[in-house]
């Protein structure tokens, strides 16, 4: 089974997110989010993108209309600690954490930040095991591939 999360690093606080597939199949943001300084040890960082990938749910309600789609992403935006999405991805930086076997195989994807989101950078992808202390260094230094 494929679970991701996503890490953003602004200011110096890493914010890992928590994702779900809806019963639909989308996947969507959790509004879980692990919160670090970029001065943690690589293992605690290594070790809460663990417990971010072991909360990926599976089968959720999908939202089924516009105001349950708003009522979510507020409660990400409270998680996450934000008011606005939109100035928040203007200057963070995003990597995206994805396995399907988070004990062998960790796939660590940089992103590119555009007007309206991000796009990843597969050509600078890093796999990695899913040990923590190596897996928290690939992290800190997948954040130098952001564009």
């Known amino acids: 089974m494929k679970k991701n ?3 953003y690093l602004r200011d110096n606080t890493l914010r890992i997110l928590t994702m779900a597939e809806t019963d639909q199949g989308m996947i969507v943001n959790e509004p879980l989010v692990f ?3 970029t001065t943690a040890f690589p293992q605690t960082i290594g070790i809460k993108a663990l ?3 072991a909360n990926f ?3 959720i ?3 089924p209309d516009s105001v349950a789609w708003k ?4 409660e990400v935006l ?3 600690r934000l008011k606005a999405w939109k ?3 203007k200057s963070a930086k995003v990597i995206c954490i994805s396995t399907e076997d988070e004990r062998t195989c960790i796939k660590i994807t940089p992103y590119s930040t555009r007007d309206s989101g991000f796009v990843g950078l597969g050509d600078k992808c890093r796999v990695c095991p899913g040990e923590p202390e190596a897996l928290g260094r690939v992290i800190l230094e997948a954040f130098d591939d952001c564009e």
């Open 57 to 59: 749910k599976i089968g």
């Open 5 to 7: 999360s996503y890490a």
């Open 51 to 53: 417990e971010s990938l």
């Open 78 to 80: 409270k998680a996450m």
């Open 71 to 74: 009522i979510r992403g507020q």
């Open 87 to 89: 100035s928040f991805i």
């Open 61 to 63: 309600p999908h939202p």
């Open 35 to 37: 919160f670090l300084e």
